[in-house]
């Protein structure tokens, strides 16, 4: 960490001198990491998500795979997913307010939208052709 945060400083006296600004503790902006802990959380649920469903889920959906060792039917992973989630919105909405965060999501979430509906209906027909095939 030591590095990175040099590194930072470097480019940021490099950055005032250019501009002409004197480089002062008043001037400079905040360095903001990364906290770690955040992403080992956040590895450890997927991780719970990736078990329950070897464990729980595939065993029903397909039970050619045969008895697992032990079963995980709780969902841990998905749940402690959705209060990170909810942390970092509350946070999100803390520093930004409601409206630049509506319009931040809308606008990573409606430009793909065209592109991705049809195929989500074409892929909802597919599996009830299949269901129904399998039926038969």
Request: glycine share 6%; proline share 7%.
């Given at each position: 960490?030591?590095?990175?945060?040099?590194?930072?400083?470097?480019?940021?006296?490099?950055?005032?001198?250019?501009?002409?600004?004197?480089?002062?503790?008043?001037?400079?902006?905040?360095v903001?990491?990364?906290?770690?802990?955040?992403?080992?959380?956040?590895?450890?649920?997927?991780?719970?998500?990736?078990?329950?469903?070897?464990?729980?889920?595939?065993?029903?959906?397909?039970?050619?795979?045969g008895?697992?060792?032990?079963e995980?039917?709780?969902?841990?992973?998905?749940?402690?997913?959705?209060?990170?989630?909810?942390?970092?919105?509350?946070?999100?909405?803390?520093?930004?307010?409601?409206?630049?965060?509506?319009?931040?999501?809308?606008?990573?979430?409606?430009?793909?939208?065209?592109?991705?509906?049809?195929?989500?209906?074409?892929?909802?027909?597919v599996?009830?052709?299949?269901?129904?095939?399998?039926?038969?």
């Amino acid at each position: 960490m030591a590095v990175e945060t040099s590194r930072l400083a470097v480019s940021w006296r490099s950055w005032s001198l250019r501009n002409g600004n004197r480089v002062t503790g008043r001037n400079r902006p905040p360095v903001t990491r990364r906290r770690n802990s955040w992403d080992v959380l956040r590895a450890a649920a997927i991780l719970l998500v990736v078990v329950q469903h070897a464990t729980w889920g595939g065993p029903l959906l397909v039970p050619e795979l045969g008895a697992r060792p032990f079963e995980m039917s709780v969902q841990v992973g998905a749940s402690a997913l959705m209060v990170i989630s909810a942390y970092f919105i509350c946070q999100t909405l803390r520093s930004s307010g409601p409206w630049l965060l509506l319009r931040n999501r809308l606008g990573r979430m409606l430009p793909p939208l065209p592109r991705s509906s049809p195929m989500s209906s074409r892929a909802g027909s597919v599996r009830m052709r299949c269901s129904v095939t399998a039926r038969i």
